[in-house]
């Protein structure tokens, strides 16, 4: 167990989850934080990574650094999406088994369940079918990160765990238009579109999927939660247990934003998996439920965005 004076290294503290973890435990009173960017330590450099767990001899790491990006990036990048998350993940994971820290939280993606699992999903579907392909390499990556946690839960019985979030969205997402996931995409496309003064705003897809969607700052919340309990379980997904058609969260997101025009679907662009609701009984069960709802969620986001862009 964690107290306020363990040492906690946050991966990727300046990203939309690390600073959202860091802001989580802020707030509940730690302060003893271990914080590297990634011009002062590239994850991706084994020997880098062990020297630095060495040294610095953390008592909790949390990894929330993650090469991310959603359709359009994976299908761009399917080399690095699959090569720079695992030695992201490993070294850091190897360098926690080897020298000794005592706990560990790793972060995922719901993409690492089958295409077609069955609704909601529960996390023994994981490996029970095929992948959704325009995400199968960042997927084939973080389900290798979740095996590699629970084969140390098994060899040398330490408090590691993995959470699973749904689709996440919030301050400090990636907006960039090549490489963002759903939400921050079409926030940037609408203002965009406001700016330019534009008349339609051109969507993949035909906007059927259905996905369920989380605050980050619910998600840091699940991390606390997993941080400061003894969790008998390996893998817990952490959702919002609710879902939106795409077409319905770009209709919201058009009127938040104040966009007038026109939205278009472009059906020959894929869909992706038709349906990802996630099923979160077991972390619900053990005390932890998500507070924030999308609309309010939105609206925060969105304020952030056009304070930032």
């Given amino acids: 167990m964690i107290n306020k004076n363990s040492k906690i290294y946050i991966a990727g503290h300046k990203g939309m989850v ?7 435990f802020r707030e509940n009173g730690y302060d003893n934080f271990l914080l590297a960017t990634s011009s002062e330590l590239d994850l991706r450099d084994q020997k880098g990574v062990f020297s630095f767990i060495e040294n610095e001899k ?7 650094a993650a090469k991310v990006g959603g359709i359009l990036a994976n299908s ?32 995922g993606s719901s993409c690492i369940y089958p295409k077609f699992a069955d609704q909601p999903i529960k996390e023994e579907y994981l490996l029970t079918g095929d992948l959704e392909p325009t995400n199968q390499w960042y997927a084939i990556a973080k389900i290798s ?15 590691y765990i993995s959470l699973m979030p749904t689709n996440l969205y919030g301050p400090r997402d990636n907006f960039n238009p090549q490489t963002s996931h759903v939400i921050p995409g079409l926030i940037y496309k609408f203002n965009k579109a406001i700016e ?6 051109v969507l993949w897809g035909n906007g059927e999927p259905l996905r369920e969607f989380m ?14 309990k003894k969790i008998d379980k390996h893998l817990l997904n952490v959702g919002s247990g609710e879902e939106i058609s795409i077409y319905k969260l770009a209709a919201l997101i058009k009127e938040l934003t104040g966009f007038k025009g026109e939205i278009n679907w472009d059906t020959s662009k894929p869909n992706g998996t038709p349906r990802k609701l996630m099923d979160s009984t077991l972390i619900n069960n053990l005390g932890w439920n998500k507070k924030i ?11 952030w965005f056009v304070d930032n862009k």
């Avoid at 690390?18 to 989580?24: E, F, R, T, W």
């Avoid at 980050?216 to 997993?226: E, G, K, P, Q, R």
């Avoid at 709802?293 to 304020?303: C, Q, S, V």
């Fill in 145 to 159: 990160g979740v095996k590699l946690i629970e084969s140390i839960r098994n060899q040398f019985g330490r408090d």
């Fill in 18 to 24: 690390g600073s959202a973890c860091l802001d989580m």
């Fill in 215 to 228: 605050h980050v700052n619910d998600l840091a919340s699940a991390v606390f939660f997993a941080a400061t």
């Fill in 196 to 201: 330019l003064g534009s008349k339609e705003v």
């Fill in 76 to 107: 761009l990048e399917p080399f690095s999406f699959l090569m720079d998350n695992m030695l992201i993940q490993n070294n850091i994971i190897g360098a926690a088994q080897k020298f000794d820290v005592k706990k560990l939280i790793f972060l």
């Fill in 58 to 64: 953390p008592d909790l790491i949390i990894i929330a």
């Fill in 293 to 303: 709802d999308l609309n309010d969620g939105l609206i925060e986001t969105i304020k």
